[in-house]
C-alpha cells in the first residue's frame, strides 16, 4: 500500500512547497478545469486521487502551453526542460513538480509517457491538417492515450493486456473530443478530421452539412467501437479503482451519446453532459 505524501520539500527550487502542497494545489486544478474527469477523480483513495491530480496537472499545463495567448515551441520546450530536471530530482519552482514526482515514483508511471505528450502538443502549435486516420490515431496517442496509460499505473493492474485497452480508451475519449469541439479546432485552424475522409464524404470542417454530420457519425462509429474495445479494462484494474475508471468510461460515452442524440449538431454549439448527469454516472458506477 503507498504511504502518505512527506511533509517535507522535494528540493532546492521547489518554491519550500511540500509535496502535501503540491498535492493540495494540484486538486485544486483538477476540481476547476478537469470537468469530466475529476467526477472519477472522486471515488478514489487518497493517495490515487493525489497521483492522478497531480499528473493531470502536469499534463494540463502542458496542453495550455500550446493554446493560450502566447503559445510558442520555445515554453513547450521549457516546459520538457523542467520535466527533465525535476525526474532528476532537481525541482523547478512550478507548484506541480513535488506531487508529480512523488506520484511518478510511487506508482512507477515510465517517463515517456511524459514526453509522448509534449511531442504531441508541440504537433498543435502549426495550423493542422490530419492527412489519414492513422496519423490521426499518432496524435490521439500522444494527447490522450498517454493520460490513460499514466492512469492505469495509478489505479493498478493485474493483466499485461491492460496497457494496450488503455490506448484505446484514450483515442475513443480523444475521437469524442474532437468531435465535439470541430468548430472551435476549425477556428483556430486546427483540423483533425482526416483529409481523405473529408474528401470521400465531400465535407468541410468550417461549414455545417449533411456531408459534415454524416462524416461525424462514421468517425463517431469508430469511437463507440474503441469504447466497447476497451471495456475489459475495468476487469483488469485494481478492484478498488474500478468505480473510477467506470464513471469515467461512462461520463464520455455518454458525452457521444449526447452528441449522436443532437444528430451531431456540433457547429452550432458545443455540447456537454449537465453537472447533474455526470453526478448520477458517477454515483451509478460506486454503487
Known sequence: MASAPHNVAMGPESGSLTVSESYFWAR?????????FYYSFRLLSADKHNAISAVYAFMRHCDDLSDEQGASREAI?????????????DLPPHPVWPGFVDAVRRFSIPHHIFYDMI????????????????????????????VGLSVI???????????????????????????????EDADRDRVYLPENDLARFKASASEDSE??????????????AYYEESRPLLEMVDAGSRSSLRALMDIYSALLDEIDASDYDVMRRRISLPAWKKTWLMLRALI
Open 211 to 224: 456531408q459534415l454530420r454524416s462524416l461525424l457519425r462514421y468517425e463517431g462509429a469508430k469511437a463507440r
Open 28 to 36: 485544486g486544478i483538477a476540481r476547476e478545469r478537469a470537468r469530466n
Open 153 to 183: 499505473h495509478i489505479f493498478g493492474f493485474h493483466d499485461d493486456r491492460a496497457p494496450l485497452l488503455a490506448e484505446k480508451c484514450g483515442i475513443a475519449f480523444q475521437l469524442t473530443n474532437i468531435i465535439r469541439d470541430v468548430k
Open 77 to 89: 520546450e521549457g516546459w520538457r526542460l523542467e520535466l527533465d530536471r525535476a525526474l532528476a530530482g
Open 119 to 146: 511531442e504531441g502538443v508541440l504537433s498543435d502549435l502549426e495550423p493542422r491538417r490530419i492527412q489519414t486516420f492513422d496519423e490521426l490515431y499518432q496524435y490521439c496517442y500522444q494527447v490522450a492515450s498517454v
